[in-house]
């Protein structure tokens, strides 16, 4: 990172190109409530340096996140309404914060908002670089839910979160095409389209 930024200022681009690098949710030891957000010491040691980097450099960090894993892997403690943004009323009251859905609490920005605060990077922005839900393939899968997921996800990062509200997360979808050559077989169906061009539904990004 450090020598791909040197490369990048020395083409005078510095201020237009920023170099950035991914983390996932198993990044966090601990995301409940998302005030309590840690990153785990075993990423820590990892992390700490790129944060400094990023902080340094004013560049954000980029999150992987899916809801749907964590549904599938406790769906009797993470109901799929939960993970769709979909459930009715509040289910995690976290002081003064209040969340209807997992992708803004446990699985991604406020834990990691809060986990960033402790390790000395609150200043920087996240980006979340990888986001979806399968159509087929799986627990819990179909074209409904992923249009729901996607839908709503795209309408959601528009608001901001409870800890950071107003302010648009910068989001990107997980998948453009479905990947038939991958296993297991859920992991085929993350696309908008299927590998033919063929649209599978459509979904506003207004």
Partial sequence: ??????????????????????????????????????????YQQLLGPVINFLRDNQAPLLVNTYPYFSHIGNPGQVSLDYALFTVPSIVVTDGSLQYQNLFYAMLLLDAFYSALEKAGGGSLDIVVSESGCPSDGGQATSVDNARTYNTNLVRHVNQGTPKKAGKPIETYLFAMFDENGKEPEYEKHWGLFFPNKQEKYSISFN
Avoid at 16 to 28: E, G, M, N, P, W
């Fill in 1 to 42: 990172m450090q020598n791909i930024r040197k490369a990048i200022v020395g083409a005078g681009l510095g201020d237009q190109i920023k170099v950035s690098t991914a983390t996932f949710f198993a990044a966090l030891g601990v995301s409940y409530p998302p005030s309590d957000g840690n990153f785990h010491p075993e």
